[in-house]
């Protein structure tokens, strides 16, 4: 189990730097061509929106998959052993049933939609687009169903992806 949450790790990581790195070209085209160029390219703008979405929908799973999500720890911090475990379960679990509820009603969005409706510049579908929020639960969803399973069994789950674990 170890060995493929790490594989799912490593492939989000892999997706979601591909993402800020296209995002990153399209500023950089953009920036150079309002500058430089008598003409701005129109497809930047929505090119460099649509993967930050994207690269933000895969690495949310990075941070839940780590635990790095801010929260306030005052009443966590009270909590030891068995019950602790049980509340960060419970967390998870309410998650999970959130998650599972966003990705049945964004199918709709992305299946079903009526009209073929594109964007502006680019002329990409606009499922495509509604897609991101499809992926953005259903890869939340798994990656704290892992973080349930590593918690039922014991695993550090927290450091299981740190260069460190990998040694």
């Known amino acids: 189990m170890k060995l493929l949450a790490k594989v799912y ?37 929505e090119a460099a929106r649509y993967l930050f979405i994207y690269s933000v929908a895969v690495g949310a799973s990075l941070v839940v998959l780590k635990d790095e999500y801010a929260r306030v720890d005052i009443f966590t911090s009270k909590l030891t052993g068995a019950r602790k475990t049980f509340y960060e379960i ?39 687009i509604n897609f991101s929020v499809l992926l953005f639960a259903i890869l939340q969803a798994v990656s704290y169903a892992i973080n349930i399973i590593f918690m039922i069994a014991g695993v550090d789950y927290k450091n299981l992806y740190s260069k460190e674990a990998a040694e």
């Not at 490593?10 to 309002?34: D, E, K, N, P």
């Not at 594109?118 to 990409?124: K, L």
């Open 9 to 45: 790790y490593w492939l989000l990581s892999v997706i979601a730097v591909i993402g800020m790195i296209g995002y990153i070209a399209a500023v950089v085209i953009q920036v150079f061509s309002r500058t430089f160029l008598p003409v701005v390219p129109s497809w930047t703008e």
């Open 90 to 128: 419970t967390c998870c679990a309410v998650m999970i049933i959130f998650d599972v509820y966003l990705a049945c009603y964004s199918i709709p969005k992305f299946v079903f939609l009526r009209f073929r409706m594109v964007s502006t510049a680019m002329q990409i579908p606009m499922q495509y």
